[in-house]
């Protein structure tokens, strides 16, 4: 059944969710659309396919509809002090998160997607290229940058 593998999919949901919103309950409210979208969608899904793809898809496409509807109403003040989750115990780790995510954010969006599709999401070139709706190639080139970038800056 297509819900209990979403029910499955979730922990991949929030953490592409969190990279691309930065904040939790703008990443919690992504996941809860992109699910609802699906739910409402799911005889669109075709079974045997990929469906990681399919939800990955569904939440890339509302992050960047939300994010041009957000560009056409005043905005708050950022919130700055949003920082990854602690290593309680060990502070050198969580000094080392807190570049990491740092450098991150100094990518540019398309690069920062590609790298975390590719590097975090478990997805192969193929498959983050047909989400990212571009070529391998270009794939290729954003997660090569965005890795060069991100060693670059944690130096």
Do not use: H
Not at 12 to 23: G, I
Not at 71 to 78: K, V
Not at 97 to 102: A, D, G, M, T
Request: hydrophobic share 45%; net charge positive; with cysteine.
């Amino acid at each position: 059944m297509v819900k209990d593998d979403i029910v499955a999919l979730l922990p991949d949901l929030r953490a592409f969710a969190r990279f691309m919103c930065r904040e939790r309950e703008a990443a919690d409210d992504l996941v809860q659309n992109t699910v609802l979208a699906a739910l409402d969608k799911q005889a669109q899904f075709e079974p045997g396919t990929n469906l990681k793809g399919w939800l990955f898809t569904i939440m890339r496409n509302r992050f960047y509809s939300d994010l041009r509807a957000q560009r056409r109403r005043p905005t708050a003040i950022e919130d700055v002090s949003a920082t990854p989750v602690a290593a309680a115990d060990n502070p050198e780790a969580t000094l080392e998160l807190r570049e990491l995510s740092s450098a991150l954010w100094k990518l540019s969006p398309q690069a920062r997607e590609a790298l975390i599709l590719v590097g975090a999401g478990g997805f192969s070139y193929e498959e983050a290229a047909r989400l990212c709706d571009c070529s391998v190639g270009t794939l290729k080139a954003r997660v090569s940058r965005a890795r060069k970038l991100l060693a670059d800056k944690m130096r």
